[in-house]
């Protein structure tokens, strides 16, 4: 058997959709490795084409299906395959996708089966409606990208393990310069009205650390919807992410005096650092 037909008899297409209703982008969220890695693939659909793009689809097992259905039914047109960096439970999964699709990947340099490295700031479109912008945030890897989607009012980005609800990622291959850079620059800048996709569900961990750095309302805020929900993908803003996200907050007094230091970047490596240790 072979394994696009295990995964269909397998899977339970336990899929969620983060829409809103009148939109022309439709994001729905893939969980994979649930209990372990807690991964999310994305797929984004434009409405009016059907053009659709996969993003991080590093599991087959539990992607193939659904890819399957809605192509079969005429629902999407894939086009594409969009990774936001080579780490294996993000890029691991392109081989086995294009012995079913035949499509191009777009991700940093180091992705497998890579086809496209865009530039920092290019753009490309998905659709009629859908404007991605590529934006170069090395740290966690060397070749993280986050894709920042627009399509009219709609806004979302999709962060990989760069920015999580309420954290960050490691510093597998950079420094703390490069995450204040990726985090307080480059992600800042995008509108506050921005929701984000990050490549996890991490948000309950990065909450009780949180809660150890600053007590703030939203902070408390986000630690009532972590526990009253399983998920919180596409639920809080970049807006969101300057009030609870300790890692966006390196210029707070109050984290500041906790860490003993008040340049930013500093700030940022006693953070992470305490945060590996936590």
């Known amino acids: 058997m072979s394994l696009l037909a295990t995964a269909i008899k397998r899977s339970s297409f336990r899929l969620f959709s983060n829409s809103i209703t009148k939109r022309t982008m439709h994001i729905f969220s893939i969980p994979m490795w649930e209990g372990t890695g807690n991964n999310y693939a994305y797929l984004v659909t434009d409405d009016k084409s059907k053009e659709a793009v996969i993003i991080d689809p590093a599991n087959p097992l ?57 530039e920092h700031k290019s753009t490309f479109n998905v659709g009629d409606n859908i404007k991605v912008t590529a934006l170069h945030t090395p740290c966690h890897t060397q070749d993280s990208i986050c894709y920042f989607f627009e399509d009219g009012s709609d806004k979302a980005v999709f962060t990989g393990d760069t920015l999580f609800i309420g954290g960050c990622g490691r510093f597998f291959e950079g420094n703390a310069t490069e995450m204040h850079k990726a985090l307080n ?37 986000l630690e009532e919807y972590a526990k009253d929900n399983k998920e919180t993908q596409g639920k809080f803003t970049i807006g969101d992410e300057k009030q609870h996200n300790v890692f966006m907050r390196v210029n707070d007094p109050n984290i500041q005096a906790l860490v003993g230091h008040d340049e930013p970047v500093q700030v940022m490596k006693t953070l992470r650092e305490m945060k590996d240790r936590s």
């Open 185 to 221: 620059e480059t992600l800042a800048s995008l509108p506050d009205d921005t929701k984000v996709y990050p490549g996890h569900e991490y948000t309950k961990g990065n909450v009780r650390f949180a809660k150890k750095v600053l007590d703030n309302d939203a902070i408390r805020r």
């Open 62 to 118: 539990e992607v193939l299906p659904y890819l399957k259905d809605k192509t079969d039914s005429g629902d999407i047109k894939l086009s594409k395959i969009i990774n936001t960096h080579h780490h294996h439970d993000h890029a691991g999964g392109n081989a086995e996708i294009i012995k079913y699709f035949k499509l191009p990947i777009i991700g940093g340099k180091d992705c497998d089966k890579v086809t496209t490295t865009p």
